[in-house]
């Protein structure tokens, strides 16, 4: 069985391979805009500051898995193919959702509610640790010569379709019901109806072919010799997990936190924050396959370097101008510039951590790499940002976080692009 070549097939392989993504990011992006309606369901306490930091620690403990779900999945995926990989990830992640949606509250069965919660999370963030290398590699091995870039880049763009829906499906529910029954029960729906799509994502995942390239691979590793190569292959393994951090700190800066943001931090409505995360998550999907394009032509480093270098001067002061004067359209200008720089780097560098990585142990050397700069840095964003906010009394903090994110991708990016590793990048692009 082949891959196929007709540009409409492959238009069809790319929505079926992202479909996945679209799910995860869906009920990511839920978890962190009804935060505050999670906490008090399952977190209840005193102090809405600490069931807030419960409800983002349980959001965050779920990225720790990551790394497990890349090692173990991530061989799985590059021993067994990439399209039975792909259907295995997403059983899991279908499993994690189905359980957040249903689990009752604390005051109807106590302690049993946030274990389940947590548990949930736990399968999710398992998934997810190779949910992203998977499609990334797949799409990378399926692309037509000199276009992986813009091929690579639609991994991503599916998470900003999954923001867009998120956010349209949040704005509706606040329009038809009123605060007390969102806050009760309403909160629920959006999971109900990620529940009701997972059927449809395993009819079009399971259409998939395996990719050509896997097909030929004579060598396929088994967990040992995995670990083995990514033991040898360790700097690699690091330095892209420093690329990754510019995007994944970023990510959940512009999207999952920017609800919690404006309505904790600026004070604005639901109706505000929606609006300005539906925006963003439409500029990151214009951005991304743009920026991925540019770097078929121009290489990656290019924009790595000049995007990750603005997140490292700009992103601070852009939150301190913001919250200085916040409004609705200065909360949609800094966030579009954020989109911007997160956008045109991401773009660029998903690709080029799929040409980074050894070919043999390319599904969990990616893997691995993308889950541990998540589970350190991006997937704890939205507690960081948090608790940095309640230490310092700045509310420009989480702009600091985000710099520091930007220094890492602009010190990996100058490191990856000399030497041995610049070869390798040069081969797989050829």
């Not at 379709?161 to 499906?169: N, P």
């Amino acid at each position: 069985m082949t891959a196929p070549t007709h540009p409409r097939s492959k238009i069809a392989t790319v929505f079926r391979v992202t479909s996945g993504n679209f799910l995860e990011m869906f009920d990511f992006f839920l978890f962190g805009f009804y935060a505050t309606h999670i906490s008090r369901a399952f977190f209840p306490s005193g102090s809405e500051f600490a069931s807030l930091m419960l409800t983002f620690m349980t959001f965050g403990a779920g990225f720790l898995m990551r790394p497990l779900g890349a090692l173990f999945l991530g061989a799985y995926v590059d021993r067994i193919g990439r399209r039975q990989g792909l259907i295995v990830t997403l059983t899991i992640m279908a499993t994690g959702t189905i359980l957040i949606a249903f689990v009752p509250g604390y005051h109807t069965i106590g302690l049993a509610a946030p274990l389940l919660v947590l548990i949930g999370r736990l399968l999710q963030g398992f998934s997810a640790g190779v949910e992203l290398g998977g499609v990334s590699v797949y799409l990378s091995e399926m692309a037509p010569p000199g276009q992986k870039g813009f091929y690579v880049a639609w991994q991503s763009g599916s998470q900003q379709v999954a923001i867009m829906v998120s956010a349209v499906i949040g704005f509706t529910l606040s329009a038809l019901l009123v605060p007390a029954d969102l806050a009760a029960w309403g909160w629920r729906i959006p999971f109900f109806i990620g529940c009701l799509i997972v059927p449809f994502l395993f009819h079009i995942r399971r259409s998939l072919e395996e990719t050509e390239e896997f097909q030929r691979r004579t060598q396929r590793p088994s967990l040992p010799e995995v670990v083995q190569s990514l033991a040898q292959n360790w700097g690699i393994v690091v330095l892209g997990m420093m690329l990754v951090v510019m995007t994944t700190v970023s990510f959940y800066a512009i999207t999952v936190y920017t609800p919690t943001f404006g309505k904790s931090v600026l004070k604005l409505s639901d109706v505000d924050s929606l609006t300005v995360t539906f925006c963003v998550g439409l500029a990151n999907f214009i951005w991304l396959p743009l920026a991925g394009a540019l770097s078929d032509r121009i290489g990656r480093k290019p924009l790595l370097l000049v995007f990750s270098g603005l997140t490292l001067l700009t992103a601070y002061p852009a939150l301190a101008w913001l919250v200085s004067a916040p409004s609705f359209l200065n909360m949609l200008l800094v966030l579009l510039w954020l989109s911007f720089l997160y956008g045109c780097y991401n773009g660029a560098m998903v690709v080029a951590l799929t040409e980074i990585v050894p070919p043999a142990v390319r599904t969990a050397g990616f893997s691995l790499a993308y889950s541990l700069a998540t589970a350190l840095f991006g997937g704890f964003t939205p507690l960081v940002s948090t608790w940095l906010i309640q230490v310092t009394g700045n509310r420009a903090a989480p702009g600091m976080w985000m710099a520091f994110a930007g220094l890492c991708g602009l010190l990996a990016t100058m490191i990856v692009y000399r030497g041995p590793t610049a070869m390798r990048i040069q081969a797989a692009q050829s």
